[in-house]
């Protein structure tokens, strides 16, 4: 009984710590994801909740960040193919980012990351990802289940296309 208590004792520890780790990280990511600060909070508890009962089938075989990350970007998906969510506009707006951004973040960093957060998903995920969460090119193709060549071609014509956009010519449609 007493070994219980302990071992109910640690995972709460061990939970509290990532809590405090990876909390603003996920929130970020997880707002990328949704386009609303409401529904980013709601993912990261939701994700830290799926870790907790999870913690048993957490294997190792990579980083628990990477693992967070994975259960993080999972459930914003699942809460993106929920009916009301695409009914929302989800439009975004630099002055939008306050909640979720860097308290030091300029105005032109907030401009770049509303422009990120309007990509296809696609490029998205890997912009996210590689660059936001600073995950390697093969974590980035772990987690998105594709190649490292495909994590590299997404990333490189996510550039391209921001870099029109940053330099007023909008989005490329290719």
Same mark, same amino acid.
């Given at each position: 009984m007493e070994d219980a208590r302990e071992a109910a004792a640690s995972l709460q520890e061990r939970l509290a710590s990532l809590v405090k780790e990876h909390q603003a990280m996920l929130l970020r990511m997880c707002y990328a994801y949704l386009c609303d600060a409401e529904d980013a909070r709601d993912a990261v508890q939701e994700t830290f909740f799926k870790a907790y009962k999870s913690f048993g089938g957490f @294997?190792?075989?990579c980083s628990?960040?990477? #693992?967070?990350?994975?259960i993080a970007r999972n459930t914003c998906?699942?809460?993106? &193919?929920?009916? #009301?969510? &695409? @009914?929302?506009? &989800? &439009?975004?707006r630099a002055e939008d980012l306050d909640s979720v951004a860097h308290p030091e973040a300029t105005g032109e960093e907030k401009e770049l990351t509303a422009a990120i957060l309007q990509l296809p998903p696609k490029l998205k995920d890997a912009v996210i990802l590689y660059y936001f969460q600073g995950l390697s090119m093969q974590e980035t193709a772990d987690i998105l289940r594709i190649s490292q060549p495909s994590v590299s071609g997404r990333l490189s014509r996510a550039r391209k296309r921001l870099k029109a956009f940053l330099e007023g010519e909008g989005y490329d449609e290719r």
């Open positions: @294997r190792g075989e628990e960040k990477s #693992w967070l990350i994975q998906l699942d809460m993106r &193919r929920n009916a #009301w969510h &695409r @009914r929302v506009d &989800r &439009r975004i």
